[in-house]
């Protein structure tokens, strides 16, 4: 066990859970060192219940298992930062996240520098969680093939607007051929934050 983390007085330390790929906080629980213990062995979260005073996993009833894939802890000691791929929604609402009452929320103008991580988070959550008459659960249940057709037409709808010099047909294509980018990315298991490492590799070269 890691010397320098600074357990309470009731042998506790907080834990908060966030997604690795879109960097949300989905929960917050406390582990007591049997539970960090088992986390680190299955690779899986296990906390410990102040309430009912015993360890759970997890995901061990809903089968909303969340997959360990980094351990950190903060200046302090006293807090850890656990990141993880879920594998289904973290709060017992059926909610992604437990974090969804707002007391405050950015303006419109800083809403829409984050929109394309939300568009994709969306997408996600419509795979994971489908919704009865959503096009983009339509698009997962017909399958790559027509995601791939989607993406062809998309792209071809943008040559023709640009062709046409029409700015606003522009604007509107490339946003409908982004949308289908995203559902082809959440199809093939590949992350946004993949994205930007080819970008930002591309750049430095």
């Not at 809403?111 to 969306?122: D, F, M, P, V, W």
Request: proline share 1%.
């Amino acid at each position: 066990m890691e010397n320098n983390l600074k357990f309470d007085e009731k042998g506790l330390i907080p834990a908060i859970i966030q997604d690795i790929n879109t960097k949300k906080v989905l929960m917050m629980a406390y582990m007591n060192e049997e539970s960090l213990e088992k986390t680190l062995e299955t690779k899986k979260t296990w906390f410990y219940s102040r309430s009912r005073q015993k360890l759970w996993n997890k995901g061990e009833t809903s089968g909303n298992y969340q997959i360990v894939k980094r351990i950190s802890y903060d200046c302090d000691g006293d807090t850890l930062l656990v990141e993880v791929i879920p594998l289904g929604n973290a709060c017992h609402t059926g909610a992604e996240s437990c974090f969804f009452n707002k007391i405050f929320e950015e303006n419109e103008e800083d809403e829409k520098e984050k929109i394309i991580q939300k568009l994709y988070t969306l997408i996600k959550e419509r795979k994971t969680n489908p919704k009865e008459g959503s096009y983009t659960n339509y698009l997962f249940e017909k399958g790559i093939d027509k995601i791939l057709k989607k993406v062809g037409e998309e792209a071809s709808e943008v040559i023709i607007g640009a062709k046409n010099d029409e700015r606003d047909e522009i604007i509107y294509e490339v946003a409908d051929l982004i949308y289908h980018l995203l559902v082809l990315l959440v199809e093939k298991e590949i992350t946004l934050e993949d994205i930007k490492k080819e970008l930002y590799d591309r750049y430095n070269k």
